[in-house]
């Protein structure tokens, strides 16, 4: 049982649920929403990114096992790929149960976050498209936090901007340690095309491009955007180098990771602004 339990979590890409879990909560709180609502919000998010990690482990069982990826949970036979495919279709069958809780608004926007994934891991994460689900997913957040409110507002559209920037960067940070293997397994999208060194500038110019709008979208300059600009603008430089010196290093991974932490804390920060 306990191992298991211990496979299900390993599939479920734990770490980057529950970042984008808290960030989700964290808008929540900035914007306003009543504590019941945030709370809600939460477990949605949660539900949400559980049941795209597991339908991505799921579906990607062959091409793992092909990989000899031992870090799979369905790879060492911890755990079925058809376990984890019933895991994904409850828990995205509980995210769409509880946004409606939300309200009709939220609800649509949320199905939007939900399809996006499931749309990228059921195959178009092979073509052009994956760039596409990745930043239509991440856009529609922050319009899921704002029209969750109990009179439902569209969010600032450079909110919205900064979600879809969010969503290209965690595109390229995503298949940046992959691109190797997934160019063996016929995958084409935009980061592979790219390649390492294009990829990494991309992605460092889309949250510098994020941090911007968190700080110059809002109608005050604050001091917390002061500083994601002056932030953001030491990583793309120390990013650009290493993209140079070392394309497709963990380095740069890290960077990115820092960069995308930057344009949320000015996202964040801008608070009830991001209401349109």
């Excluded at 992959?178 to 990829?199: E, K, M, Q, T, W």
């Excluded at 963990?250 to 996202?267: C, D, E, H, P, Q």
Aim: charged share 10%; hydrophobic share 60%; with cysteine.
């Amino acid at each position: 049982m306990l191992t298991r339990a211990r496979a299900l979590l390993g599939a479920a890409h734990l770490g980057p649920s529950v970042v984008v879990t808290v960030v989700s909560v964290a808008l929540g709180v900035v914007s306003g929403l009543p504590i019941e609502r945030v709370a809600l919000l939460g477990a949605v998010i949660l539900a949400n990114q559980l049941s795209i990690g597991w339908s991505n482990d799921a579906l990607d069982a062959d091409r793992d096992r092909d990989a000899a990826r031992a870090d799979k949970p369905t790879v060492r036979g911890d755990v079925s790929p058809r376990t984890l495919l019933v895991c994904a279709v409850a828990s995205a069958t509980l995210a769409i149960a509880l946004s409606l809780l939300l309200g009709l608004a939220a609800a649509a926007a949320h199905l939007v976050f939900l399809a996006s994934g499931w749309a990228y891991n059921a195959g178009l994460k092979r073509t052009f498209w994956a760039t596409a689900c990745y930043v239509v997913g991440f856009a529609s957040l922050p319009l899921i936090v704002t029209l969750a409110r109990e009179t439902p507002q569209p969010a600032a559209w450079w909110a919205v901007g900064i979600g879809g920037m969010l969503g290209l960067a965690a595109h390229v940070a995503n298949v940046l340690p992959d691109l190797a293997d997934d160019a063996r397994h016929g995958i084409r999208s935009l980061p592979h095309a790219l390649g390492a060194r294009g990829s990494g500038v991309v992605a460092l110019l889309a949250l510098a491009a994020a941090a911007a709008l968190g700080a110059l979208g809002p109608p005050t300059l604050t001091p917390l955007g002061i500083a994601g600009l002056a932030a953001s603008a030491a990583l793309l430089v120390a990013g650009l180098v290493v993209v140079a010196r070392l394309p497709g290093s963990r380095a740069l991974f890290r960077v990115i990771m820092a960069s995308a932490l930057t344009a949320v804390v000015t996202l964040a920060g801008a608070g009830s602004a991001i209401l349109g």
